[in-house]
């Protein structure tokens, strides 16, 4: 797998100044997978508003250079808000 260094990351890993000199790593392989579900419980609310609820998963992880891909690793979040919006 062919991998492009950026600048930043290059300046970190040099120990030089820059935007990346607090410890970029250069990442290889990353990976994230989500899912959203909403749930409208009021639309069009006086032809102006509608209201609803919504489910949020996330999994994910970057692997550094030099690291063994591993589902282990994986990092997970799940999360809900409720909203409302103007309709037009």
Same mark, same amino acid.
């Given at each position: 797998?062919?991998?492009?260094?950026?600048?930043?990351?290059?300046?970190?890993?040099?120990?030089?100044?820059?935007?990346? =000199? %607090?410890?970029?790593?250069?990442? /290889? &392989?990353?990976?994230? $997978?989500? #899912?959203?579900?909403?749930?409208?419980?009021?639309?069009?609310?006086?032809?102006?508003?509608?209201?609803?609820?919504?489910?949020?998963?996330?999994?994910?992880? =970057? %692997?550094?250079?030099?690291?063994? /891909? &591993?589902?282990?690793? $994986?990092? #997970?979040?799940?999360?809900?808000?409720?909203?409302?919006?103007?309709?037009?």
């Amino acid at each position: 797998m062919a991998v492009k260094q950026t600048t930043e990351a290059k300046n970190a890993v040099d120990g030089k100044a820059g935007a990346g =000199a %607090w410890g970029a790593v250069l990442v /290889v &392989a990353s990976v994230l $997978l989500a #899912s959203e579900a909403r749930l409208f419980v009021a639309e069009d609310v006086g032809r102006l508003l509608s209201f609803a609820l919504a489910a949020f998963a996330e999994t994910g992880y =970057a %692997w550094p250079q030099d690291t063994r /891909v &591993a589902l282990r690793d $994986l990092r #997970s979040d799940v999360a809900w808000a409720s909203s409302s919006a103007a309709t037009a």
